[in-house]
C-alpha cells in the first residue's frame, strides 16, 4: 500500500475491440494459433485451424475479429447450417494471447452472442473433449454441452454443443 500523500499509478485496462473479420486477420494470428484450436480443427474436421478460418470467413455472413491492445486474440463468427430450422454452426479460433486476457474477451463475447441468435435461433457445433478452456466458456455462455462422444473423421471424443430458443 503507497504511502499517504504519494502517488499510484493507476492499473491501465486492455483496451478490446471487436470488428469485422478480414482476411489478412488470418494472415497475422496464423502464426500464433492457440495449439488446442490446432488439435481440435485436425482431430474434429481433418483440416489446420488457418484452413478452418479460411472456411469460417468464406461462409459466415457474421465473423468478428477480437483484439486486446492491438493484438488478435480471436477470430469467430457463425456460419449458415440449415436455412429450414434456423441452424448457425459458431465457430472460434484463439491464439496464445487468448487466456492472458480472457475476462475482458469473455465479458464483450455475450453481445456477439446475442446478435448470432438473432439471425440463427439455433446454434449448434462441436468441440473437442480436451479442449476445457472452451468447454467451461460454453457453459458460460449458456450452450448446453452434451456428453463426450466420437466425432469426426479420426473418431476423437467431442461434445456435441447447443442452443436453441
Same mark, same amino acid.
Given at each position: @500500500?503507497?504511502?499517504?500523500?504519494?502517488? #499510484?499509478?493507476?492499473? %491501465?485496462?486492455?483496451?478490446?475491440?471487436?470488428?469485422?473479420? %478480414?482476411?489478412?486477420?488470418?494472415?497475422?494470428?496464423?502464426?500464433?494459433?492457440? &495449439?488446442?484450436d490446432r488439435d481440435e480443427c485436425l482431430?474434429?474436421?481433418? @483440416? +489446420?485451424?488457418? +484452413?478452418? @478460418?479460411?472456411?469460417?470467413?468464406?461462409?459466415?455472413?457474421?465473423?468478428?475479429?477480437?483484439? #486486446?491492445?492491438? *493484438?488478435? #486474440?480471436?477470430?469467430?463468427?457463425?456460419?449458415?447450417?440449415?436455412?429450414?430450422?434456423? =441452424?448457425? /454452426?459458431?465457430?472460434?479460433? *484463439?491464439?496464445?494471447?487468448?487466456? =492472458?486476457?480472457?475476462?475482458?474477451?469473455?465479458?464483450?463475447?455475450?453481445?456477439? =452472442?446475442?446478435? @448470432? %441468435?438473432?439471425?440463427?435461433?439455433?446454434? &449448434? !457445433?462441436?468441440?473437442?473433449?480436451? !479442449?476445457?478452456?472452451?468447454?467451461?466458456?460454453?457453459?458460460?455462455? *449458456?450452450?448446453? #454441452?452434451?456428453?463426450?462422444?466420437? /466425432? *469426426?473423421?479420426?473418431?476423437?471424443?467431442?461434445?456435441?454443443?447447443?442452443?436453441?430458443?
Amino acid at each position: @500500500m503507497a504511502e499517504p500523500g504519494r502517488y #499510484v499509478r493507476p492499473v %491501465r485496462a486492455p483496451f478490446v475491440s471487436i470488428e469485422p473479420a %478480414r482476411p489478412e486477420d488470418v494472415l497475422e494470428s496464423s502464426s500464433t494459433i492457440r &495449439q488446442a484450436d490446432r488439435d481440435e480443427c485436425l482431430a474434429l474436421a481433418n @483440416m +489446420t485451424a488457418e +484452413t478452418a @478460418m479460411w472456411r469460417g470467413l468464406e461462409l459466415s455472413p457474421m465473423a468478428w475479429t477480437g483484439r #486486446v491492445d492491438g *493484438g488478435i #486474440v480471436a477470430i469467430f463468427g457463425v456460419a449458415p447450417g440449415c436455412e429450414a430450422t434456423g =441452424l448457425g /454452426i459458431p465457430w472460434l479460433v *484463439g491464439t496464445d494471447a487468448l487466456p =492472458l486476457h480472457a475476462l475482458p474477451f469473455l465479458r464483450n463475447s455475450r453481445g456477439y =452472442l446475442a446478435l @448470432m %441468435r438473432r439471425a440463427y435461433p439455433w446454434l &449448434q !457445433n462441436v468441440v473437442d473433449a480436451r !479442449n476445457t478452456a472452451a468447454i467451461r466458456w460454453l457453459r458460460w455462455l *449458456g450452450f448446453h #454441452v452434451e456428453l463426450a462422444v466420437p /466425432i *469426426g473423421p479420426n473418431r476423437v471424443p467431442g461434445h456435441v454443443f447447443w442452443m436453441r430458443g
